[in-house]
């Protein structure tokens, strides 16, 4: 506990120095500061967070059986596993940890931990638990499908043979994070069951919102919701001991205070930097810059609940208001790719076809077939920053052109997202960052919708946008037992056809993710999925 008030100390005094640039405006070596927007952060708890922020922070303080090759997507390499078999049948696998493993708690890694971690994440039945319910796991049958053979070995198995490629890429997931379950235990609370617990423990989930108990390289000391979150090294972790001390992640929403902040030398990297901030970037010796596809679209989605935007007519009309030229050469130009489709390059299946261009009269021949010649008014929910507030305001000026008033409602990452999870939006746009780098990730979420009723338990964004895509959802789970990797590939480019046709989702682009970075700062990389922005391997001069 002494160590812990140290820490917690140090990190402070950390926090407070990069939060007062005036007065310490170079950071330490040993203290790596990132300007980013993490104000979609709302629980850091692996088995509840679903946003891309907290992605990044679960990414680097928790540990997997199985990780995504960073340099190699479509492979998967070993974590806390050093094997694991599946059975003839395929539907059990068979997982040998690694020995001699520790928690950043000291306590050590066994089998209990991620039998404990998997039967939390479907009984706390948060945003993530779907991924682990689409094998067959309940709250009444996990104990019973997850099991600790001995100290080191899991077995785990599924209720159909799906591809394995499948199941081990949600295993890669962050949501799979193997949790210290002693020291969860020691700070989980006794609950009534309700709709936000259904059993009679927390599962440690209301300390696990604002602490960590991982084995990664990090570990989370403080979370300042809009302000910053801080990690400090893990001198526990298993694997080659990061060389920075400690990683503040700093809050900043504008690309114009990022950049002055990383000129300045108050931050070392700016993570959401526009394009004209990226060119000015460029002309700088001591910045540089680094660029990776990411797993992540940007959409624009419909809710069908509203009568209007419900209308076939009018679903294919919006598609064709977005100026998807000017979007693509100046608000994402060096961030992003038009790609109209919503599986992203990179993942088996993915097409590349763009068929929807800016044509203002096609819209207003379907909105007058709709019986909306003089057009409506809708509403549109918008994170305020860029680029998306950009894409909102050129769409709402094209919308316009066809006679559909667009009020935007700008709100925080949090605000836009409680909302529309709550399906209370007309128009949303947002971004989808996959889970797991299978196919199925974006399929299952995009095109599927097992039950579209609000208190569904399955909450796709089909169901976010109360879309039922009828036979989709029937396709979409097909595509998962299909072993040969061609006409499962087939399968994909077929559903994302249809999807372009008929289904209430804007297609805008595919996120280029930069990082630009002061040359002091070494071995910064980008990784495919937002749980892959890796900070171990960083170093400064």
């Known amino acids: 506990m002494k160590r812990l008030r140290l820490l917690m100390t140090c990190a402070t005094v950390a926090f407070m120095s990069v939060l007062a640039p005036q007065a310490y405006a170079a950071t330490p070596t040993d203290t790596l500061v990132e300007a980013f927007a993490i104000d979609d952060i709302i629980s850091l708890d692996p088995q509840e967070a679903f946003e891309l922020s907290t992605a990044e922070v679960t990414g680097n303080t928790y540990s997997l059986l199985v990780r995504l090759n960073v340099d190699d997507p479509s492979k998967l390499e070993l974590d806390l596993a050093e094997s694991w078999t599946v059975s003839d049948d395929g539907l059990t696998y068979t997982f040998k940890l690694k020995p001699d493993l520790k928690f950043a708690s000291g306590n050590p890694i066994t089998a209990d931990d991620f039998v404990f971690s998997i039967e939390r994440l479907v009984k706390l039945d948060k945003s993530p638990a779907f991924l682990f319910n689409q094998f067959g796991l309940n709250g009444d049958n996990v104990t019973d499908m997850v099991k600790a053979i001995d100290p080191l070995t899991i077995s785990f198995t599924v209720d159909k043979p799906y591809a394995s490629s499948f199941v081990l890429n949600v295993m890669s997931s962050a949501p799979a994070s193997v949790v210290d379950k002693a020291l969860v235990t020691e700070h989980a609370l006794a609950v009534t069951p309700s709709d936000t617990y259904k059993w009679d423990t927390d599962f440690g989930n209301e300390w696990l919102k604002t602490n960590s108990a991982g084995s990664g390289p990090f570990n989370v000391i403080t979370w300042k919701a809009n302000e910053a979150v801080v990690l400090e090294r893990n001198d526990n972790y298993y694997g080659e001991a990061p060389a920075l001390k400690r990683v503040i992640y700093r809050h900043m929403k504008e690309s114009a205070g990022q950049r002055l902040a990383l000129e300045n030398g108050d931050v070392d990297i700016a993570r959401n930097l526009s394009p004209s901030d990226l060119d000015a970037v460029a002309s700088k010796s001591d910045l540089a810059i680094t660029a990776r596809p990411k797993g992540t ?223 002091k700062v070494k071995g910064f990389k980008l990784g495919p999925s937002f749980d892959t922005n890796l900070l171990a391997p960083i170093s400064k001069d």
Do not use: C
């Open 297 to 519: 679209v940007y959409y624009i989605s419909l809710n069908q609940k509203n009568p209007n935007l419900a209308k076939p007519e009018v679903i294919q009309a919006m598609k064709y208001l977005v100026d998807y030229d000017a979007i693509g050469a100046t608000l994402i130009k060096g961030i992003g790719t038009i790609h109209q489709s919503f599986l992203p390059i990179g993942q088996l299946g993915a097409i590349e076809d763009n068929p929807y261009m800016l044509d203002v009269a096609k819209a207003k021949e379907l909105l007058a077939s709709a019986g909306l010649a003089d057009g409506f008014s809708v509403t549109m929910d918008v994170r305020n920053t860029q680029p998306v507030t950009g894409i909102a305001e050129n769409f709402q000026q094209t919308a316009a052109e066809a006679g559909i008033t667009i009020e935007i409602i700008p709100g925080d990452g949090k605000q836009t997202l409680t909302k529309y999870r709550a399906r209370q939006h007309d128009i949303y746009i947002g971004q989808w960052g996959s889970d797991y780098w299978d196919p199925n990730s974006n399929a299952e979420t995009f095109v599927s919708n097992p039950d579209n009723a609000d208190d569904a338990s399955s909450k796709t964004l089909a169901w976010r946008n109360a879309w039922d895509p009828g036979a989709m959802t029937e396709e979409t789970k097909a595509a998962l037992l299909e072993m040969d990797a061609d006409k499962r590939a087939a399968m994909y480019v077929e559903l994302q056809k249809k999807s372009q046709e008929i289904s209430p989702f804007v297609m805008i682009y595919q996120q280029t993710e930069n990082g630009a970075y002061s040359t």
